[in-house]
Protein backbone atom coordinates (compact mmCIF):
# COMPACT_ATOMS: atom_id res chain seq x y z
CA UNK A 1 0.00 0.00 0.00
CA UNK A 2 2.89 2.34 0.88
CA UNK A 3 4.76 1.37 -2.57
CA UNK A 4 1.08 2.58 -4.34
CA UNK A 5 1.01 5.42 -2.20
CA UNK A 6 4.06 6.90 -3.04
CA UNK A 7 3.71 5.67 -6.96
CA UNK A 8 0.28 7.86 -7.03
CA UNK A 9 2.34 10.85 -5.00
CA UNK A 10 5.23 10.58 -7.85
CA UNK A 11 2.72 10.74 -10.74
CA UNK A 12 1.13 13.48 -9.74
CA UNK A 13 4.26 15.36 -8.63
CA UNK A 14 4.93 14.94 -12.41
CA UNK A 15 1.49 16.07 -13.47
CA UNK A 16 2.00 19.37 -11.63
CA UNK A 17 5.70 19.98 -12.50
CA UNK A 18 5.33 19.54 -16.51
CA UNK A 19 4.25 22.62 -17.96
CA UNK A 20 0.63 22.59 -19.93
CA UNK A 21 0.68 22.90 -23.71
CA UNK A 22 -0.01 26.64 -23.51
CA UNK A 23 3.10 27.19 -21.47
CA UNK A 24 5.18 25.16 -24.36
CA UNK A 25 3.90 27.51 -26.89
CA UNK A 26 5.01 30.22 -24.81
CA UNK A 27 8.12 28.92 -24.35
CA UNK A 28 8.64 28.19 -27.48
CA UNK A 29 7.89 31.63 -28.52
CA UNK A 30 10.03 33.44 -26.01
CA UNK A 31 12.90 31.29 -27.17
CA UNK A 32 12.35 32.25 -30.66
CA UNK A 33 11.13 35.90 -30.07
CA UNK A 34 11.96 36.99 -27.23
CA UNK A 35 8.56 38.05 -26.04
CA UNK A 36 8.86 37.41 -22.28
CA UNK A 37 11.08 40.47 -21.65
CA UNK A 38 9.49 42.66 -23.75
CA UNK A 39 6.16 41.82 -22.48
CA UNK A 40 7.81 42.43 -18.75
CA UNK A 41 9.46 45.84 -19.50
CA UNK A 42 6.22 47.18 -21.57
CA UNK A 43 2.93 45.87 -20.39
CA UNK A 44 3.35 47.28 -16.81
CA UNK A 45 4.33 50.81 -18.25
CA UNK A 46 2.82 53.68 -16.66
CA UNK A 47 0.93 56.23 -19.14
CA UNK A 48 -0.63 59.36 -17.90
CA UNK A 49 -4.32 59.84 -17.43
CA UNK A 50 -6.58 63.01 -18.68
CA UNK A 51 -9.67 63.31 -20.95
CA UNK A 52 -7.93 64.97 -23.59
CA UNK A 53 -6.13 62.38 -24.27
CA UNK A 54 -9.29 60.73 -25.62
CA UNK A 55 -9.00 63.27 -28.40
CA UNK A 56 -6.02 61.24 -30.32
CA UNK A 57 -8.02 57.92 -29.69
CA UNK A 58 -11.05 59.39 -31.08
CA UNK A 59 -9.36 59.82 -34.30
CA UNK A 60 -7.68 56.32 -34.03
CA UNK A 61 -11.16 54.33 -33.46
CA UNK A 62 -12.35 56.20 -36.42
CA UNK A 63 -9.31 55.14 -38.43
CA UNK A 64 -10.02 51.67 -37.52
CA UNK A 65 -13.82 52.31 -38.73
CA UNK A 66 -12.72 53.52 -41.66
CA UNK A 67 -11.11 51.03 -42.62
CA UNK A 68 -13.68 48.03 -41.78
CA UNK A 69 -16.32 49.70 -43.38
CA UNK A 70 -14.10 50.59 -46.35
CA UNK A 71 -13.71 47.35 -47.07
CA UNK A 72 -16.87 46.21 -46.95
CA UNK A 73 -17.95 49.02 -49.64
CA UNK A 74 -15.44 47.71 -51.70
CA UNK A 75 -16.64 44.44 -52.56
CA UNK A 76 -19.50 46.19 -54.01
CA UNK A 77 -18.69 49.71 -55.65
CA UNK A 78 -17.60 49.27 -59.15
CA UNK A 79 -14.85 52.26 -59.70
CA UNK A 80 -16.35 52.44 -63.92
CA UNK A 81 -17.15 55.35 -65.97
CA UNK A 82 -19.13 53.17 -68.40
CA UNK A 83 -22.32 54.48 -69.37
CA UNK A 84 -25.45 52.38 -68.52
CA UNK A 85 -29.50 53.17 -68.31
CA UNK A 86 -30.33 52.57 -64.31
CA UNK A 87 -33.15 50.58 -64.07
CA UNK A 88 -33.35 49.90 -60.30
CA UNK A 89 -34.91 50.26 -56.98
CA UNK A 90 -34.89 54.03 -56.97
CA UNK A 91 -37.61 54.96 -59.34
CA UNK A 92 -37.64 58.61 -59.66
CA UNK A 93 -34.21 57.79 -61.34
CA UNK A 94 -34.92 54.69 -64.18
CA UNK A 95 -33.82 55.07 -67.27
CA UNK A 96 -31.26 57.59 -66.73
CA UNK A 97 -27.99 57.84 -68.42
CA UNK A 98 -25.31 57.48 -65.79
CA UNK A 99 -21.72 55.92 -64.68
CA UNK A 100 -21.19 52.27 -63.34
CA UNK A 101 -19.86 54.12 -60.48
CA UNK A 102 -22.79 56.46 -59.48
CA UNK A 103 -25.49 53.11 -60.44
CA UNK A 104 -23.15 51.10 -58.16
CA UNK A 105 -23.22 53.25 -55.44
CA UNK A 106 -27.25 53.13 -55.80
CA UNK A 107 -26.99 49.75 -55.52
CA UNK A 108 -25.19 49.61 -52.26
CA UNK A 109 -28.01 52.25 -51.24
CA UNK A 110 -30.83 50.81 -51.86
CA UNK A 111 -30.17 46.87 -52.71
CA UNK A 112 -27.61 45.79 -50.82
CA UNK A 113 -28.38 44.53 -47.40
CA UNK A 114 -26.95 47.22 -44.87
CA UNK A 115 -25.36 49.08 -47.48
CA UNK A 116 -26.71 52.54 -46.68
CA UNK A 117 -25.63 52.24 -43.34
CA UNK A 118 -22.13 51.04 -43.83
CA UNK A 119 -22.29 54.08 -46.69
CA UNK A 120 -23.20 56.38 -44.09
CA UNK A 121 -20.86 55.32 -40.67
CA UNK A 122 -18.15 55.57 -43.70
CA UNK A 123 -18.54 58.90 -44.27
CA UNK A 124 -19.72 60.36 -40.61
CA UNK A 125 -16.25 58.25 -40.03
CA UNK A 126 -14.05 60.38 -41.81
CA UNK A 127 -15.44 63.52 -40.75
CA UNK A 128 -14.80 62.35 -37.34
CA UNK A 129 -11.64 61.11 -38.02
CA UNK A 130 -10.06 64.51 -39.49
CA UNK A 131 -12.05 66.21 -36.50
CA UNK A 132 -10.47 64.59 -33.75
CA UNK A 133 -6.84 65.25 -35.99
CA UNK A 134 -7.81 68.60 -36.03
CA UNK A 135 -8.98 69.09 -32.18
CA UNK A 136 -6.22 67.03 -30.72
CA UNK A 137 -3.18 68.72 -33.03
CA UNK A 138 -4.86 71.80 -31.34
CA UNK A 139 -4.19 70.50 -27.90
CA UNK A 140 -0.82 69.42 -28.41
CA UNK A 141 -0.01 73.00 -30.00
CA UNK A 142 -1.63 74.55 -27.01
CA UNK A 143 0.19 72.63 -24.67
CA UNK A 144 3.81 72.56 -26.17
CA UNK A 145 3.30 68.82 -26.27
CA UNK A 146 5.31 68.64 -29.99
CA UNK A 147 8.93 69.49 -28.23
CA UNK A 148 11.76 67.59 -28.05
CA UNK A 149 11.92 64.68 -28.08
CA UNK A 150 8.38 64.67 -29.61
CA UNK A 151 8.87 66.49 -32.90
CA UNK A 152 8.85 63.50 -35.68
CA UNK A 153 5.81 62.44 -34.04
CA UNK A 154 3.96 66.19 -34.57
CA UNK A 155 5.29 65.73 -38.37
CA UNK A 156 3.68 62.65 -38.33
CA UNK A 157 0.29 63.87 -37.44
CA UNK A 158 0.40 66.88 -39.49
CA UNK A 159 1.06 64.36 -42.52
CA UNK A 160 -1.61 61.89 -41.25
CA UNK A 161 -3.64 65.19 -41.37
CA UNK A 162 -2.98 66.16 -44.74
CA UNK A 163 -3.48 62.67 -46.63
CA UNK A 164 -6.37 62.57 -44.18
CA UNK A 165 -7.78 65.87 -46.03
CA UNK A 166 -7.21 64.31 -49.54
CA UNK A 167 -8.19 60.88 -49.03
CA UNK A 168 -11.57 62.63 -47.95
CA UNK A 169 -11.44 64.66 -51.29
CA UNK A 170 -10.71 61.68 -53.18
CA UNK A 171 -13.17 59.35 -51.21
CA UNK A 172 -15.85 62.25 -51.61
CA UNK A 173 -15.29 62.23 -55.55
CA UNK A 174 -16.05 58.52 -56.05
CA UNK A 175 -19.55 58.60 -56.06
CA UNK A 176 -19.82 60.11 -59.64
CA UNK A 177 -22.94 62.01 -58.31
CA UNK A 178 -23.79 65.78 -59.60
CA UNK A 179 -22.39 67.25 -55.78
CA UNK A 180 -18.66 65.09 -56.11
CA UNK A 181 -18.60 65.80 -59.74
CA UNK A 182 -18.81 69.49 -59.09
CA UNK A 183 -15.87 69.16 -55.94
CA UNK A 184 -13.79 67.62 -58.89
CA UNK A 185 -14.55 70.57 -61.28
CA UNK A 186 -13.35 72.63 -58.82
CA UNK A 187 -10.37 70.80 -58.04
CA UNK A 188 -9.62 70.67 -62.04
CA UNK A 189 -10.03 74.36 -61.89
CA UNK A 190 -7.40 74.94 -59.22
CA UNK A 191 -4.57 72.83 -60.97
CA UNK A 192 -5.13 74.25 -64.37
CA UNK A 193 -4.34 77.82 -62.80
CA UNK A 194 -0.75 76.15 -61.63
CA UNK A 195 1.46 78.37 -63.68
CA UNK A 196 3.15 76.83 -67.34
CA UNK A 197 2.70 72.99 -66.03
CA UNK A 198 -1.16 73.53 -64.90
CA UNK A 199 -2.09 72.22 -67.75
CA UNK A 200 -0.01 68.73 -68.09
CA UNK A 201 -0.64 68.02 -64.61
CA UNK A 202 -4.54 68.49 -65.41
CA UNK A 203 -4.18 66.10 -67.81
CA UNK A 204 -2.03 63.67 -66.01
CA UNK A 205 -4.44 63.06 -63.31
CA UNK A 206 -7.88 62.71 -65.39
CA UNK A 207 -6.70 61.13 -68.15
CA UNK A 208 -7.58 64.02 -70.96
CA UNK A 209 -9.55 66.89 -71.00
CA UNK A 210 -12.14 66.88 -67.74
CA UNK A 211 -13.92 64.89 -66.95
CA UNK A 212 -12.70 62.08 -69.17
CA UNK A 213 -13.28 58.67 -68.82
CA UNK A 214 -10.06 57.67 -66.14
CA UNK A 215 -10.74 59.59 -62.92
CA UNK A 216 -12.62 57.19 -61.27
CA UNK A 217 -11.00 54.34 -62.35
CA UNK A 218 -7.24 56.50 -61.08
CA UNK A 219 -8.60 57.55 -57.69
CA UNK A 220 -10.13 54.71 -56.15
CA UNK A 221 -6.70 52.76 -56.14
CA UNK A 222 -5.17 55.81 -54.15
CA UNK A 223 -8.22 56.06 -52.15
CA UNK A 224 -8.42 52.45 -51.20
CA UNK A 225 -5.00 51.75 -51.25
CA UNK A 226 -2.09 54.02 -51.81
CA UNK A 227 -2.91 56.92 -49.33
CA UNK A 228 -4.69 54.34 -46.71
CA UNK A 229 -1.15 52.35 -46.66
CA UNK A 230 0.25 55.23 -45.97
CA UNK A 231 -1.73 56.53 -43.41
CA UNK A 232 -2.08 52.68 -41.88
CA UNK A 233 2.14 52.74 -41.51
CA UNK A 234 2.53 56.62 -40.09
CA UNK A 235 -0.68 55.65 -37.37
CA UNK A 236 1.70 53.11 -36.78
CA UNK A 237 5.28 54.57 -36.27
CA UNK A 238 2.91 57.29 -34.42
CA UNK A 239 1.74 54.62 -31.85
CA UNK A 240 4.96 53.49 -31.45
CA UNK A 241 6.88 56.83 -30.37
CA UNK A 242 3.85 57.59 -28.13
CA UNK A 243 4.37 53.97 -26.64
CA UNK A 244 8.15 54.88 -26.21
CA UNK A 245 7.73 58.32 -25.25
CA UNK A 246 4.83 57.84 -23.30
CA UNK A 247 2.02 60.97 -22.66
CA UNK A 248 3.08 64.12 -21.48
CA UNK A 249 1.05 65.01 -18.36
CA UNK A 250 0.40 68.46 -17.27
CA UNK A 251 1.56 69.96 -14.30
CA UNK A 252 0.63 68.50 -10.75
CA UNK A 253 1.80 67.52 -7.50
CA UNK A 254 4.51 64.48 -7.83
CA UNK A 255 5.21 65.04 -11.82
CA UNK A 256 8.33 66.17 -13.43
CA UNK A 257 10.60 65.53 -16.06
CA UNK A 258 11.48 61.88 -14.76
CA UNK A 259 8.48 60.77 -12.83
CA UNK A 260 5.18 59.43 -14.45
CA UNK A 261 1.64 59.70 -12.60
CA UNK A 262 -1.11 57.50 -13.92
CA UNK A 263 -1.94 53.96 -14.57
CA UNK A 264 0.10 50.78 -15.94
CA UNK A 265 -0.87 49.82 -19.87
CA UNK A 266 -1.62 46.50 -18.56
CA UNK A 267 -4.61 45.74 -17.75
CA UNK A 268 -5.96 49.42 -16.77
CA UNK A 269 -4.77 51.56 -20.14
CA UNK A 270 -6.08 48.49 -22.46
CA UNK A 271 -8.92 47.72 -20.74
CA UNK A 272 -10.22 51.30 -20.75
CA UNK A 273 -9.03 52.05 -24.30
CA UNK A 274 -10.86 48.66 -25.54
CA UNK A 275 -14.07 50.05 -23.56
CA UNK A 276 -13.75 53.37 -25.57
CA UNK A 277 -13.19 52.37 -29.42
CA UNK A 278 -16.49 50.05 -28.40
CA UNK A 279 -18.01 53.68 -27.57
CA UNK A 280 -16.85 55.22 -30.49
CA UNK A 281 -17.70 53.06 -32.53
CA UNK A 282 -21.55 52.56 -31.43
CA UNK A 283 -21.96 56.46 -31.28
CA UNK A 284 -20.44 56.39 -35.46
CA UNK A 285 -23.11 53.81 -35.71
CA UNK A 286 -26.21 55.78 -34.33
CA UNK A 287 -25.16 58.29 -36.44
CA UNK A 288 -24.92 56.68 -39.41
CA UNK A 289 -28.36 55.42 -38.40
CA UNK A 290 -30.46 58.22 -37.63
CA UNK A 291 -28.21 61.09 -39.66
CA UNK A 292 -28.54 61.34 -43.35
CA UNK A 293 -25.76 62.39 -45.04
CA UNK A 294 -24.31 62.36 -48.83
CA UNK A 295 -27.86 61.32 -50.66
CA UNK A 296 -26.59 60.90 -53.49
CA UNK A 297 -29.34 60.14 -54.78
CA UNK A 298 -31.10 63.42 -54.62
CA UNK A 299 -28.55 64.87 -56.54
CA UNK A 300 -28.42 62.74 -59.79
CA UNK A 301 -25.53 61.81 -61.47
CA UNK A 302 -22.38 64.05 -62.79
CA UNK A 303 -22.97 66.10 -65.88
CA UNK A 304 -20.82 68.60 -66.60
CA UNK A 305 -23.21 71.69 -67.39
CA UNK A 306 -25.01 71.05 -64.12
CA UNK A 307 -24.09 72.35 -61.04
CA UNK A 308 -26.04 71.55 -57.69
CA UNK A 309 -28.01 74.35 -55.62
CA UNK A 310 -25.73 75.21 -52.23
CA UNK A 311 -23.06 72.42 -53.48
CA UNK A 312 -20.72 72.37 -50.59
CA UNK A 313 -17.76 70.54 -49.63
CA UNK A 314 -17.16 68.40 -46.65
CA UNK A 315 -16.14 71.03 -43.39
CA UNK A 316 -12.38 70.36 -43.99
CA UNK A 317 -12.10 71.43 -47.83
CA UNK A 318 -14.31 74.61 -46.39
CA UNK A 319 -10.89 76.52 -46.14
CA UNK A 320 -10.02 76.41 -49.57
CA UNK A 321 -13.06 76.71 -51.03
CA UNK A 322 -14.22 79.70 -48.93
CA UNK A 323 -10.10 81.09 -50.36
CA UNK A 324 -11.29 80.67 -53.37
CA UNK A 325 -14.76 82.28 -53.43
CA UNK A 326 -13.82 85.68 -51.82
CA UNK A 327 -10.68 86.16 -54.01
CA UNK A 328 -10.99 89.07 -56.37
CA UNK A 329 -10.90 87.45 -60.16
CA UNK A 330 -7.47 88.87 -60.54
CA UNK A 331 -5.73 87.28 -63.64
CA UNK A 332 -2.39 88.69 -65.59
CA UNK A 333 -2.57 88.16 -69.89
CA UNK A 334 1.21 88.31 -71.09
CA UNK A 335 2.51 86.89 -74.46
CA UNK A 336 -0.15 84.55 -75.11
CA UNK A 337 -0.68 83.32 -71.68
CA UNK A 338 -3.21 84.01 -68.98
CA UNK A 339 -1.76 83.71 -65.38
CA UNK A 340 -5.35 82.87 -63.43
CA UNK A 341 -4.09 84.72 -59.88
CA UNK A 342 -7.83 84.58 -58.27
CA UNK A 343 -7.51 80.61 -57.98
CA UNK A 344 -3.98 80.30 -57.67
CA UNK A 345 -3.44 82.71 -54.72
CA UNK A 346 -5.62 81.10 -52.73
CA UNK A 347 -4.94 77.61 -54.20
CA UNK A 348 -1.21 78.36 -52.97
CA UNK A 349 -2.13 79.71 -49.45
CA UNK A 350 -4.04 76.51 -48.18
CA UNK A 351 -0.93 74.11 -48.15
CA UNK A 352 1.60 77.36 -47.43
CA UNK A 353 -0.74 78.06 -43.92
CA UNK A 354 -1.02 74.46 -42.87
CA UNK A 355 2.42 73.90 -43.77
CA UNK A 356 3.05 76.80 -41.62
CA UNK A 357 1.58 75.31 -38.05
CA UNK A 358 3.75 72.15 -39.26
CA UNK A 359 7.44 73.63 -39.32
CA UNK A 360 6.25 76.04 -35.80
CA UNK A 361 7.74 73.11 -33.45
CA UNK A 362 11.00 73.60 -35.47
CA UNK A 363 10.43 77.55 -35.43
CA UNK A 364 9.82 77.80 -31.72
CA UNK A 365 12.48 75.64 -30.58
CA UNK A 366 15.22 77.84 -32.91
CA UNK A 367 14.18 80.81 -31.36
CA UNK A 368 14.53 79.49 -27.65
CA UNK A 369 17.56 77.37 -28.65
CA UNK A 370 15.90 75.19 -26.35
CA UNK A 371 17.46 71.30 -26.73
CA UNK A 372 15.83 69.46 -23.56
CA UNK A 373 13.33 66.96 -23.18
CA UNK A 374 9.77 68.40 -22.36
CA UNK A 375 7.41 65.56 -21.06
CA UNK A 376 5.59 68.30 -18.93
CA UNK A 377 2.87 70.37 -20.48
CA UNK A 378 2.46 74.09 -20.57
CA UNK A 379 -0.15 75.48 -19.68
CA UNK A 380 -1.80 77.62 -22.79
CA UNK A 381 -2.10 80.78 -20.60
CA UNK A 382 1.88 80.86 -19.75
CA UNK A 383 2.32 81.03 -23.32
CA UNK A 384 0.01 83.64 -24.41
CA UNK A 385 1.91 84.26 -27.66
CA UNK A 386 1.77 81.07 -28.89
CA UNK A 387 -1.69 80.48 -27.41
CA UNK A 388 -2.61 83.40 -29.31
CA UNK A 389 -1.40 82.26 -33.06
CA UNK A 390 -3.59 78.89 -32.38
CA UNK A 391 -6.59 81.21 -31.67
CA UNK A 392 -6.09 83.37 -34.52
CA UNK A 393 -5.49 80.53 -37.32
CA UNK A 394 -8.81 78.96 -35.56
CA UNK A 395 -10.58 82.60 -36.38
CA UNK A 396 -8.96 82.90 -40.07
CA UNK A 397 -10.52 79.24 -40.32
CA UNK A 398 -13.77 79.95 -39.42
CA UNK A 399 -14.22 83.03 -41.43
CA UNK A 400 -13.08 81.30 -44.28
CA UNK A 401 -15.01 78.71 -43.24
CA UNK A 402 -18.28 81.23 -44.09
CA UNK A 403 -16.66 82.26 -47.18
CA UNK A 404 -17.24 78.40 -48.29
CA UNK A 405 -20.48 78.60 -47.51
CA UNK A 406 -21.61 82.20 -48.67
CA UNK A 407 -24.60 81.09 -50.59
CA UNK A 408 -26.28 78.83 -47.41
CA UNK A 409 -25.19 81.67 -45.16
CA UNK A 410 -27.20 84.08 -47.46
CA UNK A 411 -30.38 82.09 -48.45
CA UNK A 412 -30.66 80.97 -44.29
CA UNK A 413 -29.89 83.95 -43.12
CA UNK A 414 -31.69 86.36 -45.62
CA UNK A 415 -28.35 88.03 -46.18
CA UNK A 416 -27.05 89.63 -49.71
CA UNK A 417 -24.03 87.37 -51.01
CA UNK A 418 -22.13 90.51 -51.85
CA UNK A 419 -22.37 91.48 -48.42
CA UNK A 420 -20.80 88.09 -46.59
CA UNK A 421 -18.35 88.22 -49.13
CA UNK A 422 -16.68 91.36 -48.33
CA UNK A 423 -17.43 90.61 -45.06
CA UNK A 424 -14.96 87.61 -45.37
CA UNK A 425 -12.38 89.80 -47.60
CA UNK A 426 -12.13 92.33 -44.72
CA UNK A 427 -12.55 89.59 -41.58
CA UNK A 428 -9.59 87.64 -43.24
CA UNK A 429 -7.26 90.38 -42.47
CA UNK A 430 -8.91 91.55 -39.62
CA UNK A 431 -10.42 88.58 -36.97
CA UNK A 432 -7.55 87.37 -36.55
CA UNK A 433 -5.90 89.91 -35.92
CA UNK A 434 -8.22 90.69 -33.45
CA UNK A 435 -8.14 87.26 -32.12
CA UNK A 436 -4.44 87.23 -31.25
CA UNK A 437 -4.40 90.38 -29.28
CA UNK A 438 -7.46 89.49 -27.00
CA UNK A 439 -6.30 86.02 -26.63
CA UNK A 440 -2.87 87.21 -25.31
CA UNK A 441 -4.62 89.70 -23.04
CA UNK A 442 -6.65 86.72 -21.56
CA UNK A 443 -4.06 84.82 -21.11
CA UNK A 444 -1.95 87.78 -19.03
CA UNK A 445 -4.78 88.21 -16.69
CA UNK A 446 -4.98 84.64 -16.19
CA UNK A 447 -1.72 85.07 -15.18
CA UNK A 448 -2.27 87.89 -13.07
CA UNK A 449 -5.18 86.23 -11.56
CA UNK A 450 -2.68 82.85 -10.97
CA UNK A 451 -0.27 85.43 -9.24
CA UNK A 452 -2.57 87.20 -6.77
CA UNK A 453 -4.07 83.53 -6.12
CA UNK A 454 -0.49 82.14 -5.56
CA UNK A 455 0.02 85.55 -2.96
CA UNK A 456 -3.27 85.75 -1.31
CA UNK A 457 -5.02 82.70 -1.50
CA UNK A 458 -8.63 81.58 -3.10
CA UNK A 459 -11.64 84.24 -2.55
CA UNK A 460 -14.01 82.24 -0.61
CA UNK A 461 -17.03 84.47 -0.30
CA UNK A 462 -16.97 85.12 3.49
CA UNK A 463 -17.14 88.82 4.45
CA UNK A 464 -15.86 89.40 8.00
CA UNK A 465 -15.72 92.45 9.88
CA UNK A 466 -12.73 93.72 11.63
CA UNK A 467 -13.20 95.46 14.98
CA UNK A 468 -12.08 98.94 13.72
CA UNK A 469 -15.35 98.32 11.31
CA UNK A 470 -13.62 97.05 8.50
CA UNK A 471 -14.97 94.47 6.28
CA UNK A 472 -12.60 92.22 4.41
CA UNK A 473 -13.38 88.95 2.71
CA UNK A 474 -11.33 86.02 3.94
CA UNK A 475 -8.83 83.73 1.45
CA UNK A 476 -8.34 80.52 1.81
CA UNK A 477 -4.86 79.42 1.54
CA UNK A 478 -3.43 77.59 -0.85
CA UNK A 479 -2.05 73.96 -0.67
CA UNK A 480 1.18 73.28 -1.54
CA UNK A 481 -0.03 70.87 -4.49
CA UNK A 482 -2.64 73.92 -5.77
CA UNK A 483 1.26 76.05 -5.41
CA UNK A 484 3.09 73.99 -7.06
CA UNK A 485 0.86 73.46 -10.48
CA UNK A 486 0.69 77.60 -10.07
CA UNK A 487 4.28 78.24 -9.74
CA UNK A 488 6.34 75.37 -11.54
CA UNK A 489 6.59 76.93 -15.27
CA UNK A 490 9.77 78.25 -16.31
CA UNK A 491 10.32 81.92 -17.26
CA UNK A 492 13.87 82.10 -19.20
CA UNK A 493 15.14 85.37 -20.42
CA UNK A 494 14.87 85.53 -24.29
CA UNK A 495 17.36 85.39 -26.31
CA UNK A 496 19.64 88.56 -27.22
CA UNK A 497 22.28 88.94 -29.52
CA UNK A 498 24.18 90.87 -26.77
CA UNK A 499 26.60 93.68 -26.92
CA UNK A 500 28.05 94.56 -30.48
CA UNK A 501 30.76 96.41 -29.02
CA UNK A 502 33.26 94.71 -26.23
CA UNK A 503 35.47 96.00 -23.43
CA UNK A 504 37.89 96.78 -26.00
CA UNK A 505 36.14 98.99 -28.11
CA UNK A 506 35.82 96.45 -30.70
CA UNK A 507 32.98 95.87 -33.07
CA UNK A 508 31.30 92.38 -34.02
CA UNK A 509 29.18 91.40 -36.33
CA UNK A 510 25.86 89.96 -35.68
CA UNK A 511 23.92 87.54 -38.44
CA UNK A 512 20.91 88.55 -40.24
CA UNK A 513 19.93 85.70 -38.26
CA UNK A 514 21.10 86.39 -34.74
CA UNK A 515 19.24 89.49 -35.36
CA UNK A 516 15.83 87.96 -36.74
CA UNK A 517 16.24 85.43 -33.95
CA UNK A 518 16.40 87.91 -31.27
CA UNK A 519 13.36 90.10 -32.46
CA UNK A 520 11.49 86.92 -32.60
CA UNK A 521 12.38 86.01 -29.08
CA UNK A 522 11.64 89.03 -27.55
CA UNK A 523 8.10 89.06 -29.28
CA UNK A 524 7.45 85.54 -28.80
CA UNK A 525 8.71 85.25 -25.21
CA UNK A 526 9.71 88.71 -23.58
CA UNK A 527 8.56 90.73 -20.44
CA UNK A 528 5.86 92.11 -22.57
CA UNK A 529 4.35 88.25 -23.10
CA UNK A 530 4.33 87.29 -19.30
CA UNK A 531 3.78 88.01 -15.87
CA UNK A 532 6.71 87.58 -13.35
CA UNK A 533 5.37 84.30 -11.31
CA UNK A 534 5.82 84.95 -7.17
CA UNK A 535 9.19 84.81 -5.60
CA UNK A 536 9.40 82.72 -2.67
CA UNK A 537 10.68 85.79 -1.00
CA UNK A 538 7.40 87.42 -2.40
CA UNK A 539 5.00 84.45 -0.89
CA UNK A 540 6.85 84.36 2.32
CA UNK A 541 6.77 88.13 2.91
CA UNK A 542 2.91 88.00 1.97
CA UNK A 543 2.09 85.61 4.86
CA UNK A 544 4.28 85.72 7.14
CA UNK A 545 2.10 88.29 8.91
CA UNK A 546 -1.54 88.71 8.71
CA UNK A 547 -2.88 89.69 5.77
CA UNK A 548 -6.34 88.89 6.38
Known amino acids: MDGARSGNEGAEAERVTSPGRGEKIADWADGRLGIYAVAKANMRKVFPDHWSFMLGEVSLYSFLVLILTGVYLTLFFDPSTREVVYNGSYEPLNGVLMTRAYESTLDISFDVRGGLLMRQIHHWAALVFITGMMVHMMRVFFTGAFRKPRELNWVFGWTLLMLGIITGLTGYSLPDDLLSGTGLRFAHGAILSIPIVGTYVAFF ?111 YLGFSEGLIRV ?89 SINVITWFVRIAVFVVPVVTFSVTKRVCLGLQRRDRAKVLHGRETGTIKRLPQGEYIEIHEPLTQGQLFTLTQHEQHPPYEVGPLVDANGVRRRAAPSQRVRARLARAMFGPRTRITKPTVEEYREVTSGDHH
Do not use: C
Open 327 to 415: MPGWEINAWGHTLELGVFIPFSLFPLILLAIGLYPFLEAWVTGDRREHHILDRPRNMPVRTGLGAAWLSLYAVLLIGGGNDIVATHLHL
Open 205 to 315: LFGGEFPGEDFIARLYPIHILLLPGIMLGLVAAHLILVFYHKHTQYPGPGRDQKTVVGMPFLPVYTAKAGGFFFLVFGVLAVMGGIASINPVWAFGPYRPDLVTTGAQPDW
